[in-house]
């Protein structure tokens, strides 16, 4: 343990960092998804049609914004979010089909201590539990590493079991819940915070990539090994 002239506790030492860049324009390419910048002209039309495809609205539920009502009105929520620096969207796209399937987005991104949050992800019922949704969370968790961050972090509304479960299986560690955090849609939520460090990242990176991997699904598309049971022992 360190301790300083007072001989009291402190932090471990940290020397030869440097606060990393922020987001970058460039896209971030897989095997089966492509990240690009958020472009309204570009990506609404999809975006909007592989929304429409969850009838019921539910995959809005515990976004703090939706369902839109019209096109219209998704494309001014658009428009509202396009081209800011933070949070900072990406639209992913389906490789195989070419097509716009989901947004994702880097926010509250603190570059002097190395921190960066992902959120504001909202899949279309075409992007929901495939490949194409895995990759997209190792793809922008790899950038943030990349570039030097030290901590990633996820959030969101403790009675959000799914979310909750996604962050389980991505490698994510619980580290409690704040009370009262926020409202939203006239509602309370208490946030639960999980996060990623850098020292975890090599073990996690290689989980992801091997469930990834091709040889890890059989003809039918069927995964052999689960990606919750390769980052459990990362």
């Known amino acids: 343990m360190s301790t300083d002239t007072f001989s009291f506790p402190v932090g471990e030492s940290i020397s030869g ?21 958020l472009d309204v002209n570009a990506h609404a039309k999809d975006l909007h049609e592989a929304n429409e495809l969850d009838t019921s609205g539910k995959s809005w539920t515990y ?26 969207f990406f639209t992913i796209i389906d490789r195989a089909t070419g097509k716009a399937v989901g947004v994702a987005s880097y926010l509250r991104i603190n570059p002097e201590d190395g921190v960066i949050e992902v959120g504001h992800i909202k899949l279309s019922p075409l992007a929901q539990r495939s490949r194409v949704a895995t ?33 389980e299986r991505y490698g994510f560690t619980y ?3 704040f009370r009262q955090a926020m409202m939203y849609k006239g509602r309370n939520r208490d946030t639960a915070w999980f996060s990623i460090l850098d020292k975890e990242w090599p073990a996690i990176k290689a989980a992801f990539s091997k469930w990834l991997s091709p040889e890890n699904f059989d003809g039918d598309g069927n995964q052999k090994v689960a990606l919750s049971s390769l980052t459990k022992r990362a």
């Open 63 to 88: 976004m703090t914004y939706g369902p839109f009502k019209s096109y219209e009105e998704y494309l001014k929520w658009l428009r509202s979010v396009e081209g800011k620096e933070d949070p900072f």
């Open 17 to 37: 960092w440097s606060p990393p860049c922020r987001p970058a324009e460039a896209p971030m390419v897989g095997r089966y998804c492509r990240l690009e910048r």
């Open 135 to 167: 990759e997209t969370m190792f793809l922008m968790m790899q950038w943030a590493f990349e570039a030097g961050y030290r901590r990633y972090e996820w959030k969101c509304d403790s009675l959000n079991a799914p979310s909750i479960r996604a962050a």
């Open 175 to 177: 580290e409690g819940t």
